[in-house]
């Protein structure tokens, strides 16, 4: 009680400018500066070396730490270029946070934040981690600084009260009106939502398939508001979001897409999870199955499987002696995933949470293990579950450094250790990244 009346009667520094040098980057797209009274700063349109002019953008005197922009560059680094994106900057579009970086500055930026959430959380070296330090692009994404990759397969676009559709400013509700958002894959890019009247509309959610031609808008309505007519510049189906149950609904067209991995059709349903990236799924089950080397009539968990990419990618090097659970909550990506592995006799998948889920199948044993948590990462319980079955192998995939070093710690009190870590840039332009490690039981590799 006596901590929120302090807080809500600290004085707010939102506007206030400071001249700071920028130090270390961080997770979450920003780097580390102080203010002159010793005040942390997390300054986003910044790189470290440089000396900005910083302004405040959150926070309040006392506070922890302060967010803010740096709105003038004094210092620029090398590895600084004029933004590619006209939308991007202090204040406007929240979508990229590396705009104002290299390419190849941003993998090294990505790549000092996982080294730095290793060595905190985990306790490891890139040495221990078995990690060269480097964060790859996808294939076809090395271009030149200027030029950016269209990657993004999905693109969430927020509509303001005028019926325009655009992207929503870093930690805002705010609309910035956009006429293109450079990232999107052509085949989001092609449906021209930005040149349409979405009245009515909160979101609109564009999705272009890799591998199939299929397109669809998942459209999710303000309280009372009618659908507009869909009208793009080519076909595509078209879902609504329930306002009340916030559960997905047809209201045209076939209500999933086909997305195509390591060479089989996977069939997923609005609102389930596929990796946005169209190089991610087959540049994930590479490195997965070279960390895991799968061997005829093994058994395998596959966790957080969604509709069953790793599962089937293991189903199908296994063999028809070797057998793979996978479990998954969400329950339309329960039904898309027994669908896409109906091929696999010998391919199980339970719905529900991997923590409540997994102890109740009562296994004991098992010879590899693939998981792929969601940001929040397993979480201790799961691990030490994991950690007593006794896997050859285990291949975690990461979309969270910190999440994955936090686990990466349990399995070592489990018994394991990391054998490979790998370092994939499937989110160009922002702070994300996406890591795969391999572990192995410590006693076999010590
Ligand atoms: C990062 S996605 C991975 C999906 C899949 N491996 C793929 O590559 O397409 C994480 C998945 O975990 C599911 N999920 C989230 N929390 C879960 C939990 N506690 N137990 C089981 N599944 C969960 C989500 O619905 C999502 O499908």
Known sequence: MQAEENTSRARSLVGTEYEVEIGPVAHGGHCIARTSEGQVLFVRH?????????????GEEGARFLRADAVEILDASKDRIEAPCPFAGPGRCGGCDWQHAKPGAQRRLKAEVIAEQLKRL????????????????????????????????R??????????????????????????CMIAAEGVSELGIEKRDWAGMESVEAIAATGSQ?????????????????????????????????????????PFVRERADGRTHRVGSGGFWQVHPKAA???????MQGLLPR???????????VGLFAGALADRLGEQGAVLGIESGK????????????????????????????????????LIVLDPPRAGAGRKTVEHLSSLG???????????????????????????????????????????????????????S
């Open 214 to 254: 299929d397109r669809q808008v998942i459209l999710t309505p303000r309280p009372g508001a009618r659908l507009p007519l869909v009208e793009l510049d080519r076909p595509v189906s078209v879902m609504r979001v329930d306002e009340k149950s916030g559960g997905v609904h047809r209201v045209h067209g076939r």
């Open 391 to 445: 896997a050859r192998r285990i291949a975690y995939v990461a979309c969270d450094p910190a999440a994955l070093a936090r686990d990466l710690g349990y399995f070592r009190e489990g018994g394991y250790r990391v054998r490979t870590l790998r370092a994939f840039d499937l989110f160009p332009m922002t702070h994300h990244v996406e890591c795969v490690a391999i572990l192995e039981p410590a006693a076999k590799g």
């Open 122 to 153: 985990a306790g490891l070296t890139p040495e221990e981690a078995g990690w060269d330090g480097t964060v790859v692009p996808a294939e076809g994404d090395k271009l030149p600084a200027g030029q950016v990759p269209q990657w993004r397969t």
């Open 296 to 306: 005829k009539g093994e058994t395998a968990l596959d966790l957080y499987c969604g």
């Open 332 to 367: 339309r990506a329960v039904e898309d995933a027994r669908h896409n592995l109906a091929d696999f006799p010998r391919v199980r998948i339970e719905q529900g949470k991997v923590e409540s889920v997994l102890p109740r199948t009562g296994i004991t044993e098992v010879d």
């Open 46 to 58: 910044a790189l470290p070396g440089e000396r900005v002019v910083a302004r405040v953008t959150e």
């Open 155 to 180: 693109v969430q676009y927020a509509v303001d009260a005028e019926g325009h559709a655009g992207l929503r400013r870093h930690r805002s509700h705010e609309v910035e009106r956009i006429d293109h």
């Open 282 to 288: 087959d540049t994930l089950v590479t490195a997965v």
